[in-house]
């Protein structure tokens, strides 16, 4: 499961409209929950992520939500809590990069310090050949009883075509977007590494991303080391 570190957000709501109108996303329905399911490279159960909305805010058409999220593994065991803000006004949508950190216990290091960063931006309009912002997050992780700087970054993020897909939640015409993940780790002596891996995500316009393919960096390989795919939604 130690791919999923590198997913980009689930269920991330954006439009493909000048004025969108962030009340119909799923994020802003308080309480609603949607249920994840993470495969391995050969196509297994690896785990399943749930996000349950906690709250929500809506100030003059700008909503703001706490989203929390817990990571089970193959058997049903938590291994992991976390929360993560979503934003939305006219121009688009935006998640919180500690959403990324959710996944941090199916790695062999833990995080010693808060993330700190941005947010992972959705424009409000989407077409083929749209390029969309890179994120980037930094913080401080524990190795084998050592800290170390962890830095990571999503970029070359672009809407390469339009497909319509079908999970157990729905069907749904997607953007597909492609993305390159960077991550590294800093510290003293030789104690550092680096890791890249690619994407491909669906992306429903005025839901969010419904399927993630972790892909080799610049997504050429054609099978994915692993995928996440929406299986439930309750509102």
């Not at 399911?37 to 805010?57: F, M, Q, R, T």
């Not at 934003?87 to 310090?113: E, H, N």
């Not at 959705?122 to 077409?127: K, N």
């Not at 170390?148 to 729905?170: C, D, F, S, W």
Request: glycine residues 12%.
């Amino acid at each position: 499961m130690k791919c999923f570190l590198l997913s980009l957000t689930c269920l991330l709501a954006a439009g493909t409209v000048a004025a969108q109108d962030c009340n119909k996303y799923f994020y802003s329905t308080p309480q609603a929950s949607a249920e994840i399911s993470l495969y391995n490279i050969g196509g297994l159960p690896d785990g399943k992520a749930v996000y349950k909305v906690e709250s929500v805010k809506n100030d003059k058409g700008v909503v703001m939500a706490n989203i929390r999220a817990t990571l089970t593994d193959r058997t049903g065991r938590t291994v992991s809590k976390g929360s993560f803000d979503f934003k939305c006004d006219s121009t688009g949508a935006s998640v919180d990069v500690q959403q990324y950190f959710v996944y941090m216990p199916l790695i062999s290091y833990r995080i010693a310090a808060m993330p700190t960063g941005g947010y992972l931006r959705y424009p409000a309009v989407l077409s083929v050949g749209t390029k969309l912002p890179d994120g980037y997050v930094r913080t401080e992780a524990t190795v084998n009883g050592k800290k170390m700087k962890l830095h990571y970054q999503i970029k070359n993020r672009k809407v390469v075509g339009k497909e319509k897909i079908t999970t157990p939640a729905g069907t749904w015409t997607c953007c597909v977007i492609t993305y390159d993940a960077n991550s590294s780790l800093d510290g003293p002596g030789d104690g550092g590494s680096a890791s890249q891996l690619g994407g491909r995500e669906w992306f429903a316009p005025g839901f969010g991303v419904v399927k993630t393919h972790h892909l080799s960096p610049g997504g050429k390989s054609k099978e994915p080391y692993g995928t996440q795919v929406l299986t439930k939604l309750t509102k």
